[in-house]
């Protein structure tokens, strides 16, 4: 190779690095302090709230904020609506958070439900503190807002953070909304402010408004959700609503979710406010970049966890087989040297099996969330078999998530993160429960100190390893924390 081309290629390479390097940065979910409260119309002129309302629920699912969000009030084009389009809303606002685990009961129709939702942002307003604070997506007419931030405590507006991006939401005056976003500076000065670039046009061709063929993977995808965040947009559905420019069907337009990407990436600590579909479907497919090592200030105190060892039960280990370092089988670095591997059912599929009991005694109270270090051993069979089992909960514990306690006494499915494409043989993290096809939920317990618990794990599928399973105050700690804490070495 000659000199000319060896700096060609060298250049190529540098310029590879950089563009890896900057979308790390941009994808990181490092959402700041505070809870998430959104309002947004819909109801009038903004079809496309109707897929940013959803798309914006599921980027806190998949971020793993479900517990930031306290407020979305939606069909707040107040005075002037279309009954045809406010039914659209009810699906993507209502039906977005039952289908991605987030609290229905914080979601409020502005038609119908407008007092409620005026009632519960001044709840949540009053819980914000400098540590805690209220941060205000503004994504539809500011009447509505303006009405929320008026009905709040003046010495609680100084820890509201409102972010717009659109100047047509911050400057509309139509039927009853007469309040702009130039009033509500004016007229709640103590409240923080963001303007963050327009997201029609923030990244041209990979943009939250491009073409449609950028979202096929939606379409096309398995997943019932991601099927229904495709047909949420008004992309199809305005044309069975009234007749529509035939230009609509060439662009998928979720405009206002970039507002929630970029708070969830950073917010003003360098969140990524030119992003579009690659980053959601990086982050729909659990490939964020995220922040490796805890928090400086972090620090982990016995009462703040229950940790066990999968192999310590007193519990006849039945199809369960104990494997330890220098078996044929084990996969390296497990903790204890040891785990335990199922060898029950069918690799993708089985009743509740050789169930394990573990019992513990909670160190305080508090809301714990449940994580498990497992592996899966595939033998041939497709990447996505051999990587669940069952666990149930039995004791004093409220559900602190969005299924009932009679849910979590039950048996309910709980996996390995990742896709088809994760690695076997090597240990990887479970977060989260399944019930249903593709409903996700985290497994979150209120427990009472000095009560005692009993968790029951029982086989599912084949060849289904667990290393060991930790709970850990969610109050406390986010889950990057709580993994880097407990990730094994």
Known sequence: MNNNNFLKHALIV??????????????????????????????????????ATAFSLALLHYADLEKRFV???????????????????????????????????????????????????????????KNNPLWFICAGTMQMAYSLIEATPENKRQFIYAISHSTWNEDHTHGANEKTWTDMKKDFPTVTYYDIIDQNNANGEDDFQSHINNWKWLKNSSNKN???????????????????????????????????????????????????????????????????????EVKLTSSDYIFIEAENTTSNLQEWNLLKKGDALYTEKASGFAHIEFSGNMANTGEPNSPLEYTFIAPKDGNF?????????????????????????????????????????DYIKYFQEGSTNTPELEWHWGQRAEKGTHMFFNLIYG????????????????????????????DKFSLIDAKALFKNQ
Not at 17 to 30: E, H
Not at 381 to 391: L, R, Y
Not at 458 to 473: H, I
């Open 71 to 129: 407020h979305y009030d939606y069909n707040n084009h107040l005075g002037d609506s279309r009954e045809s389009w406010e039914k659209m809303m009810d699906e993507a606002a209502k039906g977005g958070a039952k289908r991605f685990g987030l609290d229905v009961s914080k979601v409020f129709n502005d038609q119908t439900e407008k007092e409620a939702a005026i009632a519960n942002f001044v709840k949540e307003a009053k819980k914000s503190s």
């Open 369 to 409: 969330r449940l994580l498990m270090m497992s592996s899966k051993r595939l033998e041939g069979v497709q990447g996505d078999w051999c990587n669940d089992g069952f666990v149930k909960m039995k004791g004093d514990f409220t559900s602190e998530t969005n299924l009932s306690k009679a849910e979590l006494v």
């Open 14 to 51: 540098l310029c590879l690095i950089s563009t890896l390097l900057s979308f790390a940065q941009k994808s990181k979910i490092n959402m700041p302090d505070g809870r998430i409260a959104f309002s947004s119309d819909g109801n009038l002129h903004d079809s496309d709230d109707w897929g």
């Open 226 to 296: 991601w099927q229904w965040l495709y047909n949420i947009d008004d992309t199809y559905q305005v044309d069975k609503l009234e007749t529509w420019d035939s230009n609509t069907e060439k662009h998928f337009d979720i405009s206002d979710t970039g507002i929630t990407y970029w708070l969830i990436t950073g917010g003003p600590n360098n969140g990524n406010e030119k992003a579009g579909w690659k980053e959601v479907k990086a982050l729909f497919e659990n490939k964020p970049i995220e922040i490796t090592s805890p928090t400086p």
């Open 447 to 474: 427990l009472k100190k000095g009560e005692q618990y009993t968790l029951t794990l029982a086989g599912r599928s084949k060849r289904f390893s667990v290393d060991y399973l930790a709970f850990y105050d969610a």
